[in-house]
């Protein structure tokens, strides 16, 4: 019990130090960066997604504590993400039929 209160205290220190550097939920640090290559439109689309996907990741960070269920919240969004990625993608195929 109470290495994991252990644990729970340095993430929680990780992740102040992290805000206060600036880097939580840049766009860069973030687990919601599309893993293909887009055409501008669908860059933009997934743009629009991928910044409200770093929001709600926010503030599951910022609002709750690190616990199994916050990491499987976690997990579902990525999930999600993962998703959108794919229809998006899939979407901008339809459009282009030849780029695969």
Known sequence: MQQSEQQTREQQQKDQQAQQ????????????????????SSTDLSSQFQVKFSEVEQL???LL???????????????????????????QNNRNPGRR
Request: charged share 25%.
């Open 65 to 91: 504590p690190d616990n199994r269920e916050r990491s499987q919240a976690l997990t579902k969004i990525e999930e999600s993400f993962h998703w959108v990625q794919r229809a998006v993608t899939a979407a």
């Open 21 to 40: 550097q600036g880097k939580s939920g840049s766009q860069q640090d973030s687990r919601f960066t599309p893993p293909v290559e887009m055409d501008s």
């Open 60 to 62: 599951l960070h910022n």
